[in-house]
């Protein structure tokens, strides 16, 4: 069998990808069965050379739990200490400079939440795995930025907010952006703010136009270390620059240009040679599949002529980028903007102009800035537009909808390159899509209980149907939204808040504001002054305060709520106290409940119990554990003052042989009770 186009560039970054993947999950070896007999030599020679890479010089691990004190130069948020590279956690984070500091080596924090940021993988993907948390710190010195002066020169003359768009587009420096960031995240413009062949492109061309002869090849290969250097090596600029240094390489010694394919395969392996772990790198990972899926679909279709020919060309590779990328963006991000293709279209000229301005301005300054401005000022009311478009939203996706996503694209590419009848690709691609939509159908019956630090938040799936029960503080809301969008969550049947403190209602106004909400029962503690309230009245949510007794049917479960029986004008005392019955088990929430108030609870044995306020020693006593008999106890407590959860409790729940999780000690937990079909 013969080696496919760019056979020894795809071998070797093939082979590349399975070595990385194998350091990190020895069975992942067991993919190069299939592929050996197709890439042969160049897979087993790049699986091979990162292997032992890996095997040779692996990421050490740093002493976890020693003290470090003395003088540390920090540089973007990373510093140096015991021969290892350490992430310094500190609030607020610490600018660049010569401090002593005073702290400890800890691991890195795994992801609490669904959808939540996993710090560890993070890390490890910089080649890092120790975080140095900082107790204590005395400011010695700045630290000086060689590139200063040409960042200056860049925004030089410059509105603020253009200025931060020119660092982002010709720098990659995001920091500034804040707000600018996520209307280019919703309106599918992302991509150029992160370095990568577009960018490199201008850069180079301004150069190879030059009458050098051969010798322009050799001065544009030059300028690409110098670009790393002032821009920061992130991984879509390498990949970029490796892949356009081959081809000047290639250029300047007469053998021609690397195809594509075999660029980009030779790029990979040559960055996983060099760092393994790179390949946990979303940047990377996105780069990579980006330029891969414009490699195999433009080359397969016809460009007409003229404007037409720019607007469908421009259309195409929009579309033939996102061909690979749309499970992972899903994945992590929870949308994909639907008028990505057409904000694209309007914002490449911006850009085209744009770009070539800011290498120019590095040198130029603000000579260039009453051209810069305007073509600036452009591209962020258009990314503000697209913002507004619509959004494919989804949850997170398992390894089997990756899998059955790209099985089912495969057939679309091979018909595409007229290996395979378009009739029989459409058949086969149904069938990934139909296995997607059987895998869909049972709806889970579960129990969420979310890590937002010291306070409640829970969420009942209830077969098709769901419940959110409080939200934790206002500060914890961008995490609490996370983990609904990871979770596939578009609306909520049922808002459930019962208490009106910010431990319980902090954030759900936050929440009012971003989902539809079909009902929402308050506890009749809630003053009509208090923001949820005032929420709920604006977005027109009826609202509720009922009673013990109250029932209501939610999917394929049902709510009850079992106190307040009583008003008593303590806020603790009038909290909503829930049984939620899922059909297959039944879970009890007991809000801020006091020991007096579960005395009155006419309770029976349930399998879930999240217990009251945190495991205050004021609640979840004896009787109740004794009537209820749950097998898991839930507790949604952070760092605080408060003894939570009190060891009374604790040893209570243990002695009656309760599991108990804990969002502080075990993040986010997860019951499941089974499926509604």
């Given amino acids: 069998m013969s080696a496919p186009r760019g056979g020894l560039g795809l071998g070797l970054g093939l082979g590349g990808v399975l070595g990385a993947l194998g350091l990190l999950y020895p069975w992942a070896l067991l993919l190069a069965l299939p592929l050996l007999p197709l890439f042969r030599l160049p ?121 931060e768009l020119a660092e982002g587009l010709v720098l990659g420096d995001k920091e500034g952006l804040e707000a600018a960031y996520a209307w280019f995240q919703k309106a599918g413009l992302a991509h150029l703010l992160a370095l990568s062949g577009l960018h490199v492109g201008f850069l180079l061309g301004a150069v190879l136009v030059l009458p050098l002869g051969r010798w322009r090849y050799l001065l544009a290969l030059l300028l690409l270390p110098f670009y790393l250097w002032l821009a920061g090596p992130s991984p879509s600029l390498v990949r970029a620059s ?43 990972q996105l780069s990579y599949l980006a330029v891969l899926g414009l490699a195999l679909v433009l080359p397969a279709l016809e460009r007409p002529s003229g404007l037409r020919g720019y607007v469908a060309s421009a259309l195409a590779a929009t579309l033939a980028a996102q061909a690979l990328l749309v499970p992972l963006l899903l994945h992590r991000f929870g949308f994909l903007p639907l008028l990505s293709p057409l904000t694209n279209l309007l914002a490449l000229p911006l850009v085209a102009l744009l770009v070539p301005l800011g290498f120019l301005k590095l040198f130029l300054g603000g000579l260039l800035a009453p051209l810069a401005e305007p073509l600036g000022q452009a591209l962020l009311g258009l990314a503000q537009m697209g913002a507004k478009g619509p959004l494919l939203r989804w949850g997170e996706i398992s390894p089997l909808g990756f899998a059955l996503y790209y099985l089912g694209l495969l057939p679309l590419l091979a018909a595409l390159h007229r290996k395979i009848p378009w009739r029989k690709a459409l058949l086969l691609t149904s069938l990934p899509i139909l296995a997607s939509l059987l895998a869909a159908w049972p709806k889970p019956l579960d129990l969420h209980l979310l890590d937002v630090g010291q306070g409640d938040a829970l969420l009942a799936r209830m077969g098709g149907a769901e419940v959110l029960v409080d939200g934790g503080r206002s500060e914890q809301a961008e995490k609490l939204l996370r983990a609904l969008r990871a979770l596939g969550i578009e609306d909520l049947e049922l808002l459930v808040a019962t208490h009106p403190d910010a431990d319980h209602a902090g954030s759900l106004p936050q929440v009012v504001a971003e989902l539809p909400i079909g009902l929402a029962l308050l506890s009749p503690a809630f003053p009509q ?149």
């Fill in 43 to 163: 897979l087993a020679a790049g699986l091979a050379l990162v292997l032992l890479r890996g095997f040779l010089f692996p990421l050490p691990e740093p002493p976890y739990g020693k003290r470090l004190e003395g003088v540390f130069a920090v540089r973007g948020g990373f510093a140096s200490a015991e021969g290892y590279r350490l992430y310094v956690r500190h609030y607020p984070p610490l600018p660049d400079g010569v401090y002593r500091l005073v702290g400890y080596i800890a691991p890195p924090e795994t992801r609490r939440n669904p959808g939540g940021f996993d710090q560890g993988t993070w890390l490890r993907s910089l080649g890092v795995r120790g975080v140095f948390h900082v107790e204590q710190k005395e400011a010695l010195a700045p630290l000086p930025d060689p590139r200063e002066a040409w960042r200056r020169r860049l925004v030089q003359g410059l509105s603020p907010p253009v200025a």
């Fill in 242 to 284: 490796l892949m356009a240094g081959l081809s000047l390489l290639g250029l300047f010694l007469g053998l021609g240009t690397a195809g594509v394919l075999q660029a980009l395969g030779l790029a990979l392996f040559l960055q996983l040679l060099l760092a393994p772990h790179a390949l946990l790198s979303l940047g990377l």
């Fill in 529 to 677: 002054d208090h923001p949820l309230v005032q929420a709920l009245k604006a977005k027109g949510v009826p609202t509720l305060y009922p009673g013990a007794g109250s029932r209501f049917r939610v999917g394929k479960g049902e709510v009850r709520v079992l106190w307040p029986a009583r008003l008593s004008r303590d806020e603790n005392r009038d909290g909503l106290a829930l049984l939620l019955d899922f059909g297959r088990g039944q879970a009890l929430l007991l809000a801020d409940l006091p020991v007096e108030v579960e005395r009155a609870l006419e309770v029976g044995p349930v399998d879930v119990l999240k217990v009251s306020h945190h495991g205050s020693r004021t609640g979840t006593s004896e009787t109740l554990v004794s009537q209820a008999k749950p097998k898991v106890a839930l507790i949604g407590v952070g760092k605080n003052p408060f003894n939570h959860p009190h060891p009374e409790v604790l040893k209570r729940l243990e002695g009656r042989g309760v599991q108990v999780f804990r969002t502080d000690r075990d993040g986010a937990v997860r019951v499941l009770f089974g499926y509604a079909w």
